[in-house]
């Protein structure tokens, strides 16, 4: 029985040595997976925040920014990042899209149309354009030529916005002649009579105009006292 037993605890000395090896391991072998699970997320993390985006939104001059992991290549990826964002583009709007090199930063212009009024000679015109464009593009999308005595009003170089109302007040360059000179004048829409008197030239009981009193003006006319 004693040589047995002694049998048997040569036999587990080598398997103790052994369990003694491994569990001196074991501290370690926790510590490499662990560095291991942190070098996963870190990369993760840095995967997240390289692929993440600032993207600028301006539509009719206002302008909001916001981060997302987004790619923009086309108009239509545009359209789509907006709608991500919650924006409600109508898609009669204008887009503009630019990436920032390097960055990857997105920027986006929108301009939505605005209801621009012609109002001249006495009638109104509605007509539709991008935020941002000129009265002088609305008077020429309303067929509206100017002369260059009219008034303008906004002035042609302002930008449209929402309902944007034009007025256009005509102007006329009539020459009035009287006692033998010539005066130029320019006068708003009106009657001969209206224009002598702008000259400065005030009608004798006796004096009578080339042309009848409640003759309508127009550009260039000449009137004779």
Do not use: H, W
């Not at 048997?8 to 369990?19: D, E, I, N, T, V």
């Not at 990436?99 to 009638?123: M, W």
């Amino acid at each position: 029985m004693k040589e047995i037993c002694r049998k048997a605890l040569s036999a587990l000395r080598p398997l103790g040595r052994k369990a003694k090896g491994i569990a001196a391991r074991l501290p370690m072998m926790r510590i490499t997976a662990l560095a291991v699970m942190v070098m996963i997320t870190v990369s993760s993390v840095v995967t997240v925040l390289a692929a993440t985006k600032d993207i600028t939104v301006t539509v009719d001059g206002e302008t909001a920014s916001a981060s997302a992991i987004a790619e923009c290549g086309t108009e239509e990826e545009a359209r789509d990042l907006l709608r991500y964002l919650g924006y409600d583009i109508p898609e009669s709007s204008v887009i503009a899209y630019s990436v920032e090199e390097g960055s990857g930063d997105i920027r986006i212009d929108v301009r939505t149309l605005q209801k621009v009024t012609v109002k001249a000679d006495g009638g109104s015109k509605a007509v539709y354009l991008p935020y941002g464009e000129t009265v002088e593009e609305a008077l020429k999308k309303a067929g509206t030529e100017l002369d260059g005595n009219d008034l303008v009003s906004p002035a042609p170089a302002s930008r449209v916005t929402k309902d944007t109302s034009v007025e256009i007040t005509r102007r006329y360059g009539v020459k009035v002649t009287a006692d033998g000179k010539t005066k130029d004048v320019v006068v708003l829409a009106g009657d001969a009579a209206s224009a002598v008197k702008a000259a400065g030239v005030t009608l004798g009981e006796d004096d009578f105009l080339s042309v009848a009193e409640d003759t309508a003006v127009t550009e260039g006319m000449e009137i004779s006292v």
